[in-house]
């Protein structure tokens, strides 16, 4: 398996391919992430040069570590398959597939991954795959569609599409998105991959923002797609442990495995009970406090 499916992504900071200006340097903010965008962001007539770009960024820019992903355009369009073979030539960590709304999606692209990475020599694998679940049918579809490929290391909502497709809108509140969340994270922890939540586009309401990704960390969603530098404090700040969680997680982890020694299955830490059942979650929050810079590896 790909050692980078698990890697910490809390902000996938979308970036319009075609303009030099914003995919020079974004690595100075720290995103976890970013999203290389040859869809949406780039006019059809620009499309071509939108390609170029992205080739010579991804060959010539040092992103420092940040893992770079590409939105490739539609499935149902002919530019695609070159926008896969562009991104795999020229470096890319991993593809994302617009409007996905079944297994057959995924294993498409998988196979267009493959031939690139024949093609230019890449080592076989190195491409991952996410899946945007912008529609109705593509959320119905969200388990099979994360259990399409080895490759595919999680799915996204996106809100706007996916309002559109219920005959609704984007109101603030969660609601209209409230179903398509639940259901896209139980699908991706069935399966084993991470879940990543739709962009929150009013930058003036960062209350606004803020509260969202609360909601969505509770959850259990993986990290947020954001559009802005000024989104990324927020969503680091809340999806780090705090120096309490990580200090609880470490007497669970520590008393799970003196006690699973001696035979004790239920036992109590700082006055909460304690089982087995709680040592996944507390191995988790000191990997994503490693992961986030605030607990060191141990020696």
């Given at each position: 398996?790909?050692?980078?499916?698990?890697?910490?992504?809390?902000?996938?900071?979308?970036l319009?391919?075609?303009?030099?200006?914003?995919?020079i340097?974004?690595y100075?903010?720290?995103?976890?992430?970013?999203?290389l965008?040859?869809?949406?962001?780039?006019?059809?007539?620009?499309?071509?040069?939108?390609?170029?770009?992205?080739?010579?960024?991804?060959?010539?820019?040092?992103?420092?570590?940040?893992?770079?992903?590409?939105?490739?355009?539609?499935?149902?369009?002919?530019?695609?398959?070159?926008?896969?073979?562009?991104?795999?030539?020229?470096?890319a960590?991993?593809?994302?597939?617009?409007?996905?709304?079944?297994?057959?999606?995924?294993?498409?692209?998988?196979?267009?991954?493959?031939?690139?990475?024949?093609?230019?020599?890449?080592?076989?694998?190195?491409?991952?795959?996410?899946?945007?679940?912008?529609?109705?049918?593509?959320?119905?579809?969200?388990?099979?569609?994360?259990?399409?490929?080895?490759?595919?290391?999680?799915i996204?909502?996106?809100?706007?599409?996916?309002?559109?497709?219920?005959?609704?809108?984007?109101?603030?509140?969660?609601?209209?998105?409230?179903?398509?969340?639940?259901?896209?994270?139980?699908?991706?922890?069935?399966?084993?991959?991470?879940?990543?939540?739709?962009?929150?586009?009013?930058?003036?309401?960062?209350?606004?923002?803020?509260?969202?990704?609360?909601?969505?960390?509770?959850?259990g969603?993986?990290?947020?797609?954001i559009?802005?530098?000024?989104?990324?404090?927020?969503?680091?700040?809340?999806?780090?442990?705090?120096?309490?969680?990580?200090?609880?997680?470490?007497?669970?982890?520590?008393?799970?495995?003196?006690?699973?020694?001696?035979g004790?299955?239920?036992?109590?830490?700082?006055?909460?009970?304690?089982?087995?059942?709680?040592?996944?979650?507390?191995?988790?929050?000191?990997?994503?406090?490693?992961?986030?810079?605030?607990?060191?590896?141990?020696?």
């Open positions: 398996m790909n050692p980078n499916k698990k890697r910490l992504r809390r902000t996938m900071m979308f319009n391919a075609k303009k030099p200006g914003l995919i340097d974004p100075i903010y720290k995103p976890d992430s970013i999203m965008d040859l869809e949406d962001a780039v006019a059809e007539k620009e499309k071509d040069a939108a390609r170029f770009s992205l080739f010579h960024a991804l060959r010539e820019i040092n992103y420092q570590g940040i893992e770079c992903i590409v939105r490739i355009n539609g499935l149902d369009t002919d530019l695609w398959e070159e926008d896969i073979r562009c991104a795999v030539a020229g470096g960590d991993g593809i994302r597939i617009p409007k996905t709304e079944s297994p057959e999606d995924v294993k498409k692209v998988e196979k267009a991954i493959e031939e690139a990475e024949q093609e230019f020599g890449v080592e076989s694998g190195k491409v991952l795959i996410m899946a945007a679940l912008e529609s109705a049918k593509g959320v119905l579809q969200a388990l099979d569609i994360c259990q399409a490929s080895e490759r595919l290391f999680g996204a909502l996106s809100g706007g599409d996916y309002t559109k497709d219920l005959q609704t809108y984007i109101t603030g509140t969660g609601i209209e998105l409230m179903g398509a969340r639940q259901q896209m994270i139980i699908a991706a922890r069935a399966a084993g991959v991470q879940c990543f939540d739709t962009v929150y586009t009013d930058l003036d309401d960062m209350e606004g923002f803020y509260k969202d990704v609360e909601t969505i960390h509770m959850m969603f993986d990290g947020k797609s559009i802005n530098p000024r989104q990324i404090e927020p969503v680091h700040k809340i999806y780090t442990p705090t120096n309490k969680q990580i200090i609880f997680a470490q007497k669970v982890v520590k008393e799970i495995d003196e006690k699973k020694k001696l004790i299955g239920v036992f109590t830490v700082d006055g909460k009970m304690i089982d087995i059942a709680f040592y996944d979650g507390a191995k988790r929050t000191l990997e994503l406090a490693k992961a986030a810079g605030v607990l060191k590896e141990e020696c």
